[in-house]
């Protein structure tokens, strides 16, 4: 089954717009991370919070948490069409060292 | 190796045939991961391992699924008397340590279509 659950399930913006996708999960967790997806491939981990932080960047990358209602966003600045992908937010579910992954937001950014 | 590699890219397999998905983790990666990723879905969760020790199967969808690392280091996945509902994307994952301090690094995965 699945923790999380993203929103919206497909977003469509023009190159150097921003893209902002939420996730919300179900269980207390330790952290919360977010992974990209491009089509036929594995993968790529991208950023990590931790339950007691709030806000993260990295890059044109910001993380927010919000544990009280159990969900986060991702904000993707100044998009560009080589960041079309799926990506997915995942936790720790019952603290243990599995991580559940979310149903997915893909993003595809027109040039 | 740099990364995670997993073999097969691609297998086709007649229903009912058994296969084995090859997974080589990053030199070192103590902990080890398995999912299933169906078309358009996020990865479920199957199985987990800390060096040789399988901690979590609790993902397996039946008892045709078995998996092992007997080394602590290559991990095999094996599907027996494969069915059509099995046809999907399973990928490897490997980390350093647990999941709480420490991202994943995923293979390309295996996409396996049972016809």
């Known amino acids: 089954s699945q923790q999380g659950e993203e929103d919206p399930q497909a977003l469509s913006i023009q190159e150097g717009e921003n893209a902002t996708m939420n996730c919300s999960y179900k269980?207390?967790?330790?952290?919360l991370q977010w992974y990209r997806q491009n089509s036929g491939r594995g993968l790529v981990h991208l950023i990590l919070?931790?339950?007691?932080?709030r806000e993260k960047h990295s890059g044109r990358l910001r993380v927010t948490l919000d544990t009280s209602k159990k969900s986060s966003s991702l904000l993707i600045t100044a998009s560009r069409a080589a960041d079309t992908a799926s990506y997915f937010c995942?936790?720790?579910?019952?603290?243990?060292?599995?991580?559940?992954f979310g149903t997915g937001t893909r993003l595809q950014v027109f040039p | 190796g740099a990364g995670v590699s997993q073999s097969p890219r691609y297998k086709v397999a007649k229903r009912g045939q058994d296969v084995a998905l090859r997974c080589d983790p990053i030199?070192?990666?103590?902990?080890l991961f398995w999912y299933q990723q169906a078309l358009g879905q996020g990865p479920e969760f199957l199985t987990y391992?800390?060096?040789?020790?399988?901690?979590?199967k609790s993902g397996l969808p039946s008892d045709r699924f078995f998996a092992e690392r007997p080394e602590g280091s290559v991990s095999t996945l094996k599907i027996q008397r494969t069915q059509q509902e099995d046809s999907a994307v399973y990928l490897c994952?490997?980390?350093?340590?647990?999941?709480?301090?420490?991202?994943?690094?995923f293979g390309s995965g295996t996409r396996l279509t049972v016809v």
């Open positions: 994952a490997s980390s350093l340590g647990g999941a709480r301090d420490y991202g994943y690094t």
């Open positions: 269980t207390s967790i330790n952290n």
């Open positions: 919070i931790r339950s007691n932080e």
């Open positions: 995942a936790t720790d579910a019952d603290r243990t060292d599995k991580l559940i």
């Open positions: 030199s070192g990666h103590v902990s």
């Open positions: 391992f800390q060096n040789e020790a399988q901690l979590d």
